[in-house]
């Protein structure tokens, strides 16, 4: 049986995007069939697809590094036929067959059975930029941070991670600055729970070593020298999650907030989480998020589009979360 997906391929060093016919007994080995409803388009797509960084490992692949839908074959225990699912990175449009496609097979370990009131689709608005989010809010929380502490940022505020980041801490109580290169936004912003809006020229530019005291904590998915100068500017005992290189990935910072200021720099990693931290972050994702505003970020479409938006994702051009409804 054959079925629609978006296989990647090289030549030189040319990667290039179509739909195929893929037939199934070419997926690779996994104890998991799902039928695919949705997948997406993250930031790490764009890179994989354009070829910016080298995602992909092996060619041909399937490409998209996410994907939910229902169970359609399962020797895997605890999973069963009808579950519905979602698949995070993993090896996902690295090494193995991805989400842009009808149909995907996997180990059952890189799948989580999705709680009740999460759709496959907002699975998917919610993709690894949601599910990294929420890694992110999890690790200011285990450094303490409350929203008593004071505002927090969060910056590369119109993407992905940043959208969703910012939803998630309004509704847990927090005050939120966003950093934007987008100030014709505001109003999004602003109804995703944004309390203040900040240009991120602000932070981009070369900084001092420290500097006023004006962040809790942050979440960064920009790098470079916004990441330096958010650590500069972050108060005493405040929390910082870096997860994302949207300005580069650099880190041109010294070590004065952490020693003066006892400042913590918190790694996010979503590709190798272990699956008892993915587990936590989709029940708190099912708690901590308003749908309805999850719904004001999402742009649908359709496997077609999704070659065209990889260049888009890298310049900064897309707002918000993208869901491809693979049966389009
Ligand atoms: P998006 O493209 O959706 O968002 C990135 C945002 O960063 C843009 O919307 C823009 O926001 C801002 N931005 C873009 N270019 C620049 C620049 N030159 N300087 C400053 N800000 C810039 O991507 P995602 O939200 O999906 O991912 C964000 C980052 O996080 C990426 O680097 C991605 O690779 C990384 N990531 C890492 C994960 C992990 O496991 N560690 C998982 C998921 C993502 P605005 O227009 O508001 O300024």
């Known amino acids: ?13 040319a990667i290039s995007a179509s739909i195929v016919d893929f037939d199934e007994k ?6 998991v069939t799902v039928a695919v409803e949705y997948s997406t388009v993250n930031y790490k797509d764009g890179m994989a697809l354009t070829g910016a960084a080298p995602i992909i490992q092996t060619f041909p692949l399937i490409a998209g590094v996410d994907f939910a839908g229902v169970v359609e074959a399962s020797s895997y225990p605890g999973i069963q036929v009808g579950d519905r699912v979602v698949a995070n990175s993993w090896g996902l449009s690295q090494t193995h067959h991805g ?3 009808q149909k995907a097979r996997v180990s059952g370990d890189w799948l989580v059975k999705l709680p009740g009131n999460i759709s496959t689709k907002d ?12 890694l992110c809010v999890l690790a200011l929380e285990h450094g303490g941070l409350t929203p008593e502490r004071g505002d927090i940022l969060v910056t590369g505020a119109n993407g992905g991670v940043g959208s969703i980041a910012i939803a998630l801490l309004s509704k847990l109580g927090y005050r939120v600055v966003a950093s934007t ?3 014709e936004e505001a109003d999004y912003l ?12 602000t932070l981009s530019e070369p900084g001092g070593p420290i500097a006023s005291e004006r962040w809790a904590g942050a979440v960064d998915s920009v ?45 996010i990693d979503s590709v190798n989480a272990p699956q008892a931290v993915r587990l936590e972050a989709w029940r708190r994702l099912a708690i901590d998020l308003d749908i309805e505003k999850l719904a004001r970020t999402v742009t649908m479409v ?15 051009e897309v707002q918000g979360r993208t869901v491809v409804d693979v049966n389009a």
């Open 223 to 267: 790098g470079s020298h916004t990441l330096a100068n958010v650590l500069a500017q972050t108060t005493y005992r405040g929390v910082v999650t870096a997860c994302g290189l949207a300005q580069g990935l650099d880190l041109p910072a010294t070590v004065l907030p952490f020693i003066l200021r006892n400042v913590t720099l918190a790694g």
């Open 1 to 13: 049986m054959s079925f629609k997906a978006l296989l990647a391929d090289k030549a030189g060093d």
């Open 26 to 31: 070419d997926l690779m080995a996994g104890d």
């Open 190 to 201: 602003r109804t995703l729970g944004a309390a203040e809006i900040i240009d991120r020229k």
């Open 123 to 134: 699975a998917m608005a919610l993709g690894t930029a949601g599910y990294t989010a929420m």
């Open 302 to 316: 359709g496997l077609s589009d999704v070659a065209a938006l990889a260049p888009k994702i890298l310049k900064g």
């Open 181 to 183: 290169g987008r100030p």
């Open 99 to 101: 989400g842009y496609a």
